[in-house]
């Protein structure tokens, strides 16, 4: 584990948009460090903090509109999203939850209010299947589906003429999106100004092996619990295209990839798809200013991951030595509220904003 509070890599800063002083915005939001809540300093205990805390879940429905995306030739996703008065020249969020999550849960709501109260326009993206969709989509979400990401973009650029776009994702949904700049490389949309990514499971091999060791034994049976209970709902709309007879395999995370998730996504092993839905392999290709935030401690996602990668010169890695696996719940309160790495990634999108 590394012995400083924060790491930050300290490559070259480099934007192609030369107004963006990367260094300075960086330097900015690194100065808040993190200090954990001291009765929750334990990783699976953070955790799990972070999850249960009691927080602000108030988002006016009146002024929430639903909204369904096409992002293939098969499936939708729904989004609820939360426009300014003005929203062409308005900044706008994108947000992607994690693997259990739908765009109800606790963080997409949280972080949601706090971009709102700061002037953007907010989407919070359900991932296929998420928040009960499963009847807009035959094939499930999993970690490495940027085109979701990307067709969403697409569309906010193409048909709302939206000129500054924000991307969040949280776990899965922060793979996902580090995939997809990435994958954008020197083509990324000049609409795109940022990312922010919270605890990414950036090497899917690595983090299937540590879920299931034995101290991790409550979340691999909790995220099992979530995906066969997704399973039988495809199966309730989708009877012919999954199988559900072989399911009492699945009583492994990386046996549930290796029968499900990588075939009903078009990969030919769980090798394949640990392999191109990792976001590790195009870390370096990343163009725009980004912005990775993951615990030392996080309990199954190895901060050995972080330390083998390789990042562009766009990219920077904030890295407390505590936090837990999207935790990260202050001991105080202060201007902000204990929830240190939302604040982060709303500062991060306001600096940006601001020199944009």
Avoid at 275 to 283: D, E, P, T, V
Wanted: proline share 6%; with cysteine.
């Amino acid at each position: 584990m590394q012995p400083t509070i924060d790491v930050i890599n300290n490559q070259t800063q480099f934007s192609t948009n030369p107004k963006i002083d990367l260094h300075k915005i960086f330097s900015q939001v690194q100065r808040k460090t993190f200090i954990p809540h001291p009765r929750y300093k334990q990783p699976h205990l953070m955790t799990l903090a972070g999850h249960f805390w009691p927080r602000d879940k108030f988002i006016a429905e009146n002024l929430t509109q639903e909204r369904i995306f096409q992002t293939d030739v098969e499936a939708k996703v729904l989004a609820h999203c939360h426009w300014q008065p003005n929203r062409k020249n308005t900044a706008t969020l994108v947000m992607a939850h994690g693997l259990e999550g739908s765009s109800t849960t606790h963080y997409m709501i949280g972080t949601a209010i706090k971009a709102i109260k700061a002037g953007f326009n907010v989407l919070r993206v359900n991932q296929r299947g998420g928040g009960g969709t499963h009847y807009l989509s035959p094939s499930p979400y999993h970690p490495g589906l940027s085109d979701d990401l990307r067709a969403i973009i697409k569309e906010l650029i193409e048909v709302d003429k939206l000129s500054e776009i924000y991307l969040l994702g949280f776990s899965m949904g922060a793979n996902q999106s580090l995939k997809l700049a990435g994958e954008y490389g020197d083509a990324t949309p000049p609409q795109l100004k940022g990312i922010c990514a919270i605890s990414p499971p950036i090497d899917l091999a690595m983090v299937t092996r540590s879920m299931h060791q034995p101290k991790n034994y409550f979340f691999e049976a909790n995220f099992l619990r979530v995906l066969h209970r997704s399973l039988r709902r495809y199966h309730k709309f989708y009877p012919t295209r999954y199988d559900v007879s072989k399911e009492w395999k699945a009583f492994t995370l990386r046996r549930f990839e290796e029968l499900y998730t990588a075939p009903c996504n078009g990969f030919s092993s769980v090798e394949e798809y640990y392999k191109i839905a990792s976001s590790n392999r195009l870390l370096t290709k990343i163009k725009i200013p980004t912005l990775v935030i993951h615990s030392q401690d996080d309990p199954f996602i190895p901060f050995l991951m972080f330390e083998q990668a390789s990042f562009s010169s766009t990219t920077k890695l904030l890295a407390p030595r505590y936090g837990g696996h999207m935790g990260f719940l202050r001991g105080e309160i202060d201007e902000e509220d204990r929830y240190w790495s939302e604040n982060r990634a709303i500062e991060f999108f306001n600096l940006l904003r601001q020199d944009t």
